[in-house]
């Protein structure tokens, strides 16, 4: 645990968000030092909590790892000394990270053009589905929809398989770090103009955003790139392999490590082939290439490979499973894989903060809080008597773990 808060530190953020996309936001400003305060609603929270299927002590485990370093509140928007309680609290904040469906928040009175009104300063953070213009603005956000809306499910996969989603909830997790950045652009452009505003973004344009290259393409041609499995869309050989014991990936993305390659394998006479000479020849010939590959690299085991590939300075790795990654000495010398304590199921594990800084580093400081953790001392914090918070417990407008 880092002594030094973050580059962040003193940045008050209120998180009106659930699941993935806005608490990924949430995750990195509070990393890097912010003050998150995750608003959660009555009666059962976010609902990333009733993810039972895996469980830490009967914790959700993925709530555990989305919401670390967060205190939490729970209220019921729904009445009035609920949302008089939120209005309180975004008063005094710099930030509001929510991703509602658009409209939600505005019908309980606590959209952008009443909460701007309320604090001029605050920098309202929204994540959608499809953002807030356009035909398909009012539609709800899913991750596999907006992979497919994207055209990320069509370039994904084997060649000529079928439609095939990233393993991982891109859409969702790059939206929540495009947010981020977005917020981050909005407090330095305060700290000149002294105004909030609005920052937008959505599932479908982060997942928009990963078709760089193959937009780039279609672009020039006119013609719809296709799925290409591991390999390369414009170099080759650059692509997984498999070996006696598993599979490799190895990048000849250039001339000299095609030739070098060609040495390590055994098979220099590959740089004279005419099918194989440069590499518009090899993407002529790419799964020719790759068969030719193949039959040397299923010969030896995937440690022997990587260490005569990369001592010859070819770009080389594994195939990591999940549990192969987490143990990898590259990843624990990152510290991407860190010990969190949490007030019921004590020490477990969750990614580290993948940016590092100098001076003022980020840091894990807290395990995710229980439903309503922090509500007294925040209310407290706000002005609010005991008798007050009291009322308000047993009316049902908020609940204190």
Request: charged share 20%.
């Amino acid at each position: 645990m880092s002594a030094i808060a973050g580059p962040l530190q003193g940045l008050k953020v209120v998180e009106l968000a659930q699941i993935m996309a806005g608490p990924t936001c949430g995750l990195m400003l509070a990393d890097l030092g912010a003050d998150v305060i995750k608003v959660e609603k009555l009666p059962d929270g976010d609902d990333s909590r009733s993810y039972r299927q895996h469980t830490i002590d009967g914790e959700s485990a993925p709530f555990l790892v989305m919401n670390r370093n967060k205190r939490g509140i729970a209220v019921n928007l729904k009445l009035e000394g609920g949302r008089a309680a939120v209005e309180r609290l975004v008063a005094n904040a710099d930030v509001l990270i929510e991703n509602y469906r658009p409209g939600t928040l505005e019908k309980l009175g606590l959209g952008y053009a009443v909460l701007r009104q309320l604090n001029p300063r605050l920098i309202y953070c929204a994540i959608s589905g499809y953002g807030r213009t356009g035909p398909y603005a009012d539609r709800g956000g899913f991750d596999l929809i907006a992979q497919g809306v994207s055209g990320l499910m069509s370039v994904t996969g084997q060649p000529g398989g079928e439609p095939m989603k990233a393993g991982t909830p891109v859409s969702d997790i790059n939206a929540g770090i495009l947010a981020a950045l977005g917020v981050v652009s909005a407090v330095v452009n305060r700290n000149v103009t002294g105004r909030g505003q609005m920052v937008d973004t959505s599932l479908m344009e982060a997942a928009v955003q990963q078709t760089y290259w193959q937009s780039a393409l279609y672009f020039a041609t006119g013609a719809n790139p296709q799925p290409t499995g591991s390999s390369h869309l414009l170099a080759a050989p650059y692509q997984a392999f498999p070996t006696r014991d598993g599979w490799i990936n190895i990048g000849g993305a250039n001339q000299a490590n095609w030739e070098r390659i060609a040495a390590v394998i055994g098979s220099p006479e590959l740089v004279d082939d005419p099918r194989f000479k440069t590499n518009a020849d090899r993407m002529a010939h790419k799964r020719e290439l790759a068969d030719v590959i193949a039959a040397r690299t299923i010969t030896r085991d995937s440690a022997v490979w990587i260490a005569d590939l990369d001592a010859a300075g070819v770009p080389v790795g594994p195939i990591n499973k999940i549990g192969d990654m987490l143990a990898d000495p590259q990843v624990a010398a990152r510290a991407m894989v860190v010990e969190v304590d949490h007030p019921k199921a004590g020490k477990t594990r969750a990614l580290g903060l993948p940016i590092k800084f100098s001076e003022t580093p980020g840091s894990v400081r807290t395990g995710a809080p229980r439903l309503g953790q922090h509500t007294r001392e925040v209310l407290l914090a706000l002005g609010y008597g005991e008798a007050e918070i009291e009322d308000l417990v047993r009316s049902g407008a908020v609940a204190c773990g």
